[in-house]
C-alpha cells in the first residue's frame, strides 16, 4: 500500500516535469522552423510531440537501444544508433536549434563530455532543455539524514535494485544495469554551474515534484523540488 503511493506520488511529478519540459521547449524554440535533437529519444512518441510544440522541421534523436531507435524512425525520427558516453562524432557541430534530454544526464558515465557535445552540437543562439532529478530534493535530504541512500542513488548496482533505501520504488525488483544505473545526480546549483562552466549562459531552472506533497509545490521551490528542469542557451 506505501509502496503504490510514493508510486503515484512519483507519477504525479513526473508528469508535471513533462509539461515544464514541454514549456521550456517551447520557450527555447519560440521562433518555430528550427530542427530538434532529443538525447535518448527511446521510441520517439515524446520527441514527436515536442518537435510538434514548436513547430520544428525536423525531428533528430540518438538512441543506443536500437529496437527503440527503430520505433523512433517508424514514429518519423531521424535516429542516430550511438551512446552517449562517447563523442556524438555523427552528429555536426552547429547545426540543432533545440536539443532535448530527459532523465539522461543521471546515466552518463562523463557528464563534462554529455554538455561539451550539447554546446559544440547546438546552434549559436540555441538552446538545451535538460531534466534529472534533484539530489536536494526534501525526500533525498530526508533519506541522506536517516544514513540512507538518495532516493535518486538507489539504482547504483546491477546486483540490486533499491539498494541502500527501504523506501525506493525499486527495492524488491529487477535491477538496471548498465547505461540504466544513475552515475551522478545534481543539485540545483550545481546543474547551473555545470551548464555555466561549459560556455551555456543565461540558464534557468524549473522545478516539478515535492513529495510526498501536491507536486505543484516544486515550481514554487525549485531548489528542493523532485525534477529540476534546466534550460540554457548557448
Request: proline share 3%; aromatic share 8%.
Amino acid at each position: 500500500m506505501l509502496k503504490s503511493f510514493f508510486t503515484s506520488v512519483y507519477d504525479n511529478a513526473a508528469n508535471m516535469n513533462r509539461r515544464n519540459i514541454v514549456d521550456l521547449v517551447r520557450k527555447a524554440g519560440a521562433d518555430g522552423g528550427g530542427i530538434l535533437l532529443d538525447l535518448g529519444c527511446d521510441d520517439g512518441i515524446w520527441t514527436m510531440k515536442l518537435a510538434g510544440e514548436i513547430g520544428a522541421k525536423e525531428a533528430h534523436g540518438v538512441e543506443v537501444v536500437e529496437e527503440q531507435a527503430r520505433k523512433a524512425r517508424a514514429n518519423g525520427v531521424r535516429v542516430i544508433s550511438a551512446d552517449l558516453n562517447r563523442p556524438l562524432s555523427d552528429l555536426p557541430s552547429g547545426h540543432y536549434d533545440v536539443i532535448h534530454a530527459n532523465q539522461v544526464i543521471e546515466h552518463v558515465s562523463s557528464v563534462d563530455l554529455f554538455v561539451s557535445e550539447v554546446f559544440r552540437v547546438l546552434k549559436p543562439g540555441g538552446a538545451a532543455v535538460v531534466s534529472t532529478e534533484n539530489g536536494s530534493s526534501w525526500h533525498n535530504v530526508f533519506a541522506a539524514a536517516m544514513g540512507w541512500q538518495i532516493f535518486s542513488l538507489t539504482n547504483v548496482s546491477s546486483l540490486k535494485a533499491g539498494l541502500g533505501n527501504p523506501f525506493a520504488i525499486q527495492r524488491g525488483g529487477t535491477p538496471y544495469t548498465g547505461t540504466w544505473t544513475h552515475k551522478t545526480i545534481f543539485n540545483y546549483r550545481g546543474l547551473i554551474e555545470m551548464f555555466e562552466t561549459h560556455g551555456f549562459r543565461h540558464v534557468e531552472i524549473a522545478g516539478a515534484g515535492y513529495f510526498p506533497l501536491p507536486a505543484v509545490l516544486g515550481r514554487l521551490d525549485r531548489r528542493h523540488s523532485a525534477f529540476i528542469t534546466a534550460l540554457a542557451r548557448k
